[in-house]
């Protein structure tokens, strides 16, 4: 059976066939965003070959033809197949329909990103003629894998920090002892978050240590996280997370921003709880992560369990709950307690 013939009537084509030319582009671009560094060169030279071959009288012959001669490889009427050649990328099929025009020129630079991978050469089918497509292919994978790995160091620095460093826990850890011992490390000091502790009553109200006792106290008496502290947690969360996140294709600068962009969320969802909790005022954007606002999380589902979360820490005895935003570490090491 000879190729699929079908006919194209609709006077828009041409502007369709340019729609689908600047997806193609726009794919391309986001893939390069979030590929591998293995093959990032690689991609970089061919989409620019890609789209060097995008020229006008390519998008003029796909708009202006009256018909249209399925691409080789069909295997039934009314279904193209775009074979992952360069070829196929310019060769962009009009279909019946207003839409098959755009479809058909993102498939042509999906298959394009398809050859990368896939350096054999299998065939990208494309969906029967007036039909939707059902599925997304895109950098989907590697956006929810590098929110997975932030979510993920996150909670362990959360965890990490409050339980061994804040608590004092890391002093009675065997592998530090053996390095203070071995090298003279030094013992992890009490800080602001001891004192914290010592003036919540059970209510989880303040009742103030005198002003000798703790002369440094903020409004907020060390509920919240300053400027200084998102500096810090921004470091301390980038050095575990950019290996995992180059792993999962993302790039130094797009790594950079999402860790500062997730360290400033979680502050901000940290000011906007805990001070609260206590009956301490919000955090203005001079002293630190601004607070959302007046009762904005803290009376949110989400907010409410958090609360009930962090009380439990303050009711046994800080041995309990010590993630605060992300919960996640408590339960995988058995620190974890039900309010």
Not at 216 to 226: K, L, N, P, V
Not at 293 to 309: A, H, T, V
Not at 310 to 319: F, G, L, N
Request: proline share 9%.
């Amino acid at each position: 059976m000879g190729p699929a013939r079908c006919r194209s009537r609709v006077p828009g084509d041409r502007q369709h066939a340019r729609i689908g030319c600047f997806c193609f582009l726009s794919l391309a671009v986001l893939q390069h965003l979030v590929a591998p560094k293995s093959c990032g060169a690689a991609f970089a030279a061919h989409a620019a070959a890609r789209a060097a071959a995008w020229t006008p009288a390519d998008v003029g012959w796909v708009a202006q033809r009256p018909r249209r001669a399925c691409v080789a490889g069909a295997t039934r009427p009314g279904v193209a197949s775009v074979a992952l050649s360069p070829e196929s990328v310019r060769r962009l099929a009009v279909s019946s329909t207003t839409s098959d025009a755009a479809f058909a020129a993102v498939s042509g630079g999906l298959s394009g990103l398809s050859e990368l991978a896939w350096p054999s050469g299998p065939t990208m089918p494309t969906r029967p003629s007036g039909t939707r497509p059902t599925g997304h292919i895109g950098p989907t994978r590697p956006a929810l894998s590098g929110l997975a790995v932030l979510y993920v160091v996150l909670s362990f620095t959360e965890y990490a920090y409050h339980r061994f460093v804040q608590h004092l826990e890391l002093n009675n850890v065997p592998f530090y002892q053996i390095a203070r011992k071995a090298i003279g490390a030094p013992a992890v000091a009490p800080d602001f978050h001891i004192n914290h502790h010592r003036e919540t009553l059970q209510d989880m109200s303040i009742d103030p240590l005198p002003r000798n006792v703790w002369p440094e106290a903020t409004a907020q008496r060390g509920t919240a996280a300053t400027w200084w502290s998102f500096a810090k947690m921004s470091a301390c969360i980038f050095m575990p997370a950019y290996p995992l996140l180059s792993l999962v294709g993302w790039s130094l600068p797009i790594a950079v921003l999402a860790v500062l962009a997730a360290t400033l969320l979680h502050l901000m969802m940290y000011n906007s709880l805990h001070p609260q909790l206590h009956g301490l005022p919000d955090v203005s954007l001079a002293d630190g992560p601004p607070s959302f606002g007046p009762d904005s999380f803290q009376k949110s589902d989400l907010g409410r369990w958090l609360i009930e979360y962090h009380v439990v820490h303050h009711r046994t005895r800080a041995s309990r709950n010590f993630n605060v935003i992300c919960p996640l570490f408590d339960q995988l090491l058995g620190t974890y307690a039900a309010a």
